[in-house]
C-alpha cells in the first residue's frame, strides 16, 4: 500500500507538472505578443509625431531644429525610446541623438523604407542590446521623398518580464504540486488505508478464532470498487478545483468592468482571511412591525449596495444602529442577526440607543453641528455642551460593540462610514493596535478657518487620525483636512503621499469618490417620451419638457434657488409657459429640528407663489412631491425627464447625478450640474452652473431644452461610460483594497521616518 501511494503521488506530481508547464507556456507566448505589440503599437505613434515634426523642420531647412528634436525624442526611459536620426536620401546622416551608434543601424532596412515608400520594422541586436527599429521617410508639402528617420526602441524590458513570469509561474506550480501530493497523502492514509487495515484487523481476528466485531459497511462497499474509483475521481475534483480557482482570478484580474461578483472576489483576495467589519449609523435591513406582523425593509442606499456583496463574499459583520420598531424582537440574545433574511451570509450587529442619545448624537451634534459645518451653505451650527456628550457617548457604545465582535482576531478589517462616527478610529486603535481602519468621510471637508468654528476640533481630528485610511470623494476636500490637521495638530504631514504622521501612526488620506450602480436597460421599458407622457397625466399637468430635482428637503441642496431658476426661466423664456414643468421630489428630512421644518415650510410656499403667478389650465411650472418614493419610482422619474436640475449650495459628491446619468439608456437627458459637488469634478459633459447666479441657471435651461439631440447623445455618452466603469462596485473595491494594501506601506514609510531626518510642520 505505501509503494502504491508513492506510486500515485508521484504520478499526480508528474502529471500536474507537465500540463501546469505547458500551459504556462503558452501565458508566457501570449504575454510576450501582448508586450511587442504594445511596443510596436507605441513605435507607430511616436514615429508619426516625430515625422510632422520633422518634416515641418527640414521644410524650414532648420539643422538646429532637427538636432534638437532628435535629442528632445532620444532616451525616453519611461517609453524604452533609445534615439532618433535622421538621414538624407543618400543615407548621409544629417542629425541623431547623441550615443546613438549609427554605424550599427540597419541602413538596408532605411533603404527599402525609403525606396518602397513606407514604414519599415525589424527586431535586431546593437551592441548585445535587443533593440526594435523603425524606419519611415519623410516626405515634403508635395509628397516627395526627402529624407529618412529611424527610431531605436529598447526590448530588454520584453525579455526581463518573461523571465519574471516564468519564475512566478515555477513559483505557483510547485506550491500547487505540494498541496496536492499532501491532499493525496491524506486521502490515501484516511480513506484507503484505515479502512483496510480495520478490514484486515477482522479478517484476521475470523480467522484466528478471536471476537470480532463486524467492519462498518462503508469499509466493505469500498475496500475494492471505491479504491479503483477514488483516485481518478480526487484527481479529477481537484483539477476542476484549480481550474475554477484559476478563471476566477484571471477574471478578477482582466474584467475592465466593476461587478458584485467581481468585487466580492476582488475583496476576498485582498483580505486574505481577514475579517471585515463594517461600522455605519443605518442598518442595512429594517425590522418595523406593522398590523401585527414584522416587515424587512432595505434602505434606498448606495452603501449598502457596495458593501453588501463584500460582506457577503466573507461573511462579515455590520455593526449599525438599529432603529425599527421590530428591531428587538428578531435578533438573538447577542443582539446579532443573520442577514439577507431568507438566505444569510453575514452578521448583523445592532447597537441601542436610547431617545436621548439619537437627538443629541444624531439630531444635535452630527445634524445641527457638524452637518452645517462641513456644508458651507449659510447656515449657522448649533454646537451644544450636552450633544457633544452624548456624541462621545455613542461613539464609544459603538466601540465597545465592535471590539467585542472582533474579540481575539489577529488581523481585523474595520470600515467606518461618515460623520457620525469621527472618535471612533481612535477608540478602536487603542485598543487594537493591529487592526486596520478605515473611516470614509461622505460629506465635504471645509476650510480650516470655517472648521474652527467647532470647540472640539482637536478631538475630532485627533479621533480621525487614530485611522490607517481616511477616504473622501474629491482632492480638494483632502487638502482641506490636511490644512486642518496642520493648523490644528503637532504632527508631520507628508504631501507627497498626502499622509500625517501622529504618536508614531501613518494615516493616509486619499479620493474615492463613490458612484452608483450602472445596471442595464430593464428589458421592455417603456420610451422616454411615453414614459413621460404618462407621467404628466398621473399629475395631471400638460407639458412639453419635463425637468427633474431629486433631494432630500435639506438647506444645502439648493432647492429654493433651483425654484427661482424656474420662475426667471419663464419670465426671459416666455416661449416655455405652459411647456416647461419641474417635478420636484422633496423627500422629508431630520424633521425634528427646527432648521429643518422652517426649510421644509419654505420650499413648499415657493412652490405655491410660482404656480399662483404663471399656472393655468392644466399647466402649472412646479410639481412639488413631498413624500419618499422608492428606487423603481425614482427610476421611472430619471428615465421620464428631458433635464435634471441638481443645483446644491455644497455637495460631498450628490449620488443623484449620477443615478440620473445611469437611467438615460437612451442618452437622451440633459444633466444640470452645481460646481459645488463633487460629481461636477467628474462629469464634465454636464452643464455646470454656480446655483446661487440665478440668472445663469435659468440661461442653463433653456440651453439644455434647446440643445441639438446630437450634442444631448454625445454628452450623455461620455458621462454613462465613465459611471459605467467607474461605478459603486469600482469604489468599493479601490478603497477597500486600498486598506488592505496599506500596511506594507506605512511600515515602509515608518522605516523611511525613522532613517532620515525630515522636518516636523509644527
Known amino acids: 500500500m505505501r509503494s502504491f501511494s508513492i506510486r500515485l503521488m508521484a504520478a499526480?506530481?508528474?502529471?500536474?507538472?507537465?500540463?501546469?508547464?505547458?500551459s504556462s507556456r503558452y501565458e508566457v507566448r501570449d504575454e510576450r505578443a501582448a508586450l511587442r505589440n504594445d511596443l510596436e503599437h507605441k513605435a507607430a505613434l511616436f514615429g508619426e509625431s516625430f515625422a510632422g515634426n520633422a518634416e515641418s523642420l527640414w521644410a524650414y531647412g532648420d539643422s538646429a531644429g532637427l538636432n534638437d528634436l532628435v535629442r528632445r525624442f532620444g532616451n525616453r526611459n519611461r517609453d524604452h525610446l533609445l534615439g532618433a536620426a535622421i538621414?538624407?536620401?543618400?543615407?548621409?546622416?544629417?542629425?541623431?541623438?547623441?550615443?546613438?551608434h549609427l554605424q550599427q543601424l540597419p541602413m538596408q532596412l532605411l533603404a527599402d523604407s525609403i525606396s518602397g515608400n513606407r514604414t519599415e520594422t525589424e527586431y535586431s541586436r546593437m551592441r548585445l542590446r535587443r533593440v526594435f527599429v523603425l524606419a519611415a521617410p519623410l516626405h515634403s508639402p508635395d509628397h516627395r521623398i526627402i529624407a529618412g528617420m529611424v527610431l531605436v526602441f529598447d526590448t530588454d524590458y520584453i525579455q526581463s518580464e518573461t523571465i519574471r513570469i516564468w519564475i512566478l509561474m515555477f513559483i505557483h506550480i510547485a506550491i500547487q504540486v505540494l498541496v496536492i501530493a499532501a491532499i493525496t497523502f491524506v486521502i490515501v492514509r484516511w480513506s484507503l488505508m484505515r479502512p483496510i487495515a480495520r478490514?484486515?484487523?477482522?479478517?484476521?481476528?475470523?480467522?484466528t478464532g478471536r471476537q470480532a466485531s463486524a467492519p462498518i459497511p462503508s469499509d466493505l462497499d469500498i475496500f475494492f470498487p471505491l479504491a479503483r474509483e477514488m483516485a481518478p475521481l480526487a484527481t479529477t475534483v481537484l483539477e476542476a478545483r484549480a481550474a475554477a480557482e484559476r478563471e476566477a482570478r484571471l477574471r478578477s484580474s482582466g474584467e475592465s468592468l466593476w461587478t458584485a461578483e467581481r468585487l466580492g472576489e476582488h475583496i476576498?483576495?485582498?483580505?486574505?482571511?481577514?475579517?471585515?467589519?463594517?461600522?455605519?449609523?443605518?442598518?442595512?435591513?429594517?425590522?418595523?412591525?406593522?398590523?401585527?406582523?414584522?416587515?424587512?425593509?432595505v434602505p434606498a442606499s448606495g452603501l449598502v449596495t457596495a458593501l453588501e456583496p463584500v460582506l457577503?463574499?466573507?461573511?462579515?459583520?455590520?455593526?449599525?444602529?438599529?432603529?425599527?420598531?421590530?428591531?428587538?424582537?428578531?435578533?438573538?440574545?447577542?443582539?446579532?442577526?443573520?442577514?439577507p433574511p431568507g438566505s444569510p451570509e453575514y452578521?448583523?450587529?445592532?447597537?441601542?440607543?436610547?431617545?436621548?442619545?439619537?437627538?443629541?448624537?444624531?439630531?444635535?451634534?452630527?445634524?445641527?453641528?457638524?452637518?452645517?459645518?462641513?456644508?458651507?451653505?449659510?447656515?449657522?451650527?448649533v454646537f451644544r455642551s450636552e450633544d457633544w456628550e452624548h456624541y462621545k457617548k455613542v461613539n464609544r457604545k459603538f466601540a465597545a460593540a465592535l471590539l467585542e465582535e472582533i474579540g481575539d482576531q489577529e488581523n481585523p478589517v474595520v470600515l467606518i462610514q461618515d460623520y457620525h462616527f469621527a472618535l471612533l478610529p481612535k477608540l478602536i486603535k487603542d485598543e487594537l493596535p493591529h487592526a486596520r481602519v478605515a473611516i470614509f468621510w461622505h460629506i465635504p471637508w471645509p476650510n480650516p478657518e470655517s472648521f474652527g468654528i467647532c470647540p472640539w476640533q482637536k478631538e475630532l481630528v485627533s479621533g480621525l487620525l487614530g485611522a490607517d485610511l481616511i477616504g473622501f470623494h474629491v482632492q480638494a476636500h483632502c487638502n482641506n483636512f490636511l490644512d486642518t490637521v496642520d493648523r490644528v495638530l503637532e504632527a508631520r504631514i507628508d504631501w507627497e503621499r498626502f499622509s500625517v504622521r501622529r504618536n508614531r501612526h501613518w494615516t493616509s488620506v486619499s479620493p474615492f469618490p463613490i458612484s452608483v450602480d450602472f445596471g442595464e436597460a430593464p428589458a421592455g421599458a417603456v420610451d422616454k417620451k411615453t414614459r413621460k407622457r404618462e407621467l404628466l397625466e398621473e399629475f395631471r399637468v400638460e407639458a412639453s419638457y419635463l425637468a427633474l430635482g431629486v433631494d432630500r428637503l435639506d438647506y444645502t441642496k439648493g432647492i429654493i434657488e433651483r425654484f427661482q431658476a424656474v420662475e426667471l426661466l419663464l419670465e426671459r423664456y416666455p416661449r416655455y409657459q405652459g411647456q416647461f414643468t419641474l417635478l420636484q421630489v422633496g423627500a422629508p428630512s431630520r424633521t425634528d429640528i427646527p432648521r429643518y421644518a422652517d426649510f421644509q415650510a419654505a420650499v413648499e410656499a415657493e412652490a405655491l407663489r410660482i404656480n399662483e403667478r404663471f399656472a393655468r389650465g392644466r399647466w402649472q411650472p412646479i410639481v412639488l412631491l413631498n413624500q419618499h418614493e422608492d428606487r423603481a419610482r425614482l427610476q421611472d422619474f430619471y428615465s421620464a425627464a428631458d433635464v435634471c436640475l441638481v443645483t446644491s449650495l455644497h455637495d460631498g459628491m450628490n449620488l443623484v447625478a449620477k443615478e440620473y446619468v445611469a437611467a438615460q439608456h437612451d442618452e437622451q437627458g440633459v444633466l444640470i450640474l452645481s460646481r459645488f459637488t463633487g460629481?461636477?469634478?467628474?462629469?464634465?459633459?454636464?452643464?455646470?452652473?454656480?446655483?446661487?447666479?440665478?440668472?445663469?441657471?435659468?440661461?442653463?435651461?433653456?440651453?439644455?431644452?434647446?440643445?441639438?439631440?446630437?450634442?444631448?447623445?454625445?454628452?450623455?455618452?461620455?458621462?454613462?461610460?465613465?459611471?459605467?466603469?467607474?461605478?459603486?462596485?469600482?469604489?468599493?473595491?479601490?478603497?477597500?483594497?486600498?486598506?488592505?494594501?496599506?500596511?506594507?506601506?506605512?511600515d515602509d514609510w515608518n522605516r523611511t521616518s525613522e532613517s532620515q531626518d525630515v522636518p516636523v510642520l509644527r
Open 268 to 297: 476576498r483576495a485582498k483580505l486574505d482571511g481577514s475579517n471585515l467589519y463594517v461600522v455605519s449609523n443605518r442598518e442595512p435591513y429594517i425590522h418595523s412591525r406593522s398590523g401585527g406582523r414584522v416587515t424587512v425593509t
Open 87 to 100: 538621414f538624407d536620401v543618400h543615407g548621409e546622416a544629417v542629425a541623431a541623438t547623441p550615443g546613438l
Open 679 to 746: 460629481a461636477a469634478r467628474e462629469l464634465r459633459d454636464a452643464l455646470i452652473v454656480n446655483p446661487y447666479d440665478i440668472r445663469f441657471t435659468a440661461d442653463a435651461i433653456a440651453r439644455a431644452l434647446a440643445m441639438e439631440p446630437a450634442e444631448v447623445a454625445e454628452r450623455m455618452r461620455r458621462m454613462r461610460v465613465w459611471i459605467r466603469e467607474h461605478n459603486i462596485f469600482w469604489w468599493a473595491g479601490t478603497f477597500i483594497g486600498a486598506l488592505c494594501d496599506l500596511r506594507v506601506k506605512q
Open 312 to 339: 457577503r463574499s466573507c461573511h462579515g459583520t455590520w455593526i449599525a444602529h438599529g432603529s425599527g420598531s421590530a428591531d428587538v424582537e428578531t435578533v438573538d440574545a447577542n443582539d446579532r442577526i443573520q442577514v
Open 12 to 22: 499526480l506530481i508528474v502529471g500536474i507538472s507537465l500540463v501546469s508547464l505547458g
Open 347 to 381: 452578521t448583523l450587529r445592532r447597537v441601542w440607543l436610547s431617545a436621548e442619545e439619537v437627538s443629541g448624537y444624531y439630531n444635535g451634534f452630527a445634524n445641527e453641528g457638524l452637518w452645517p459645518l462641513c456644508h458651507i451653505a449659510h447656515t449657522r451650527p
Open 199 to 207: 478490514v484486515s484487523r477482522w479478517i484476521r481476528d475470523l480467522r
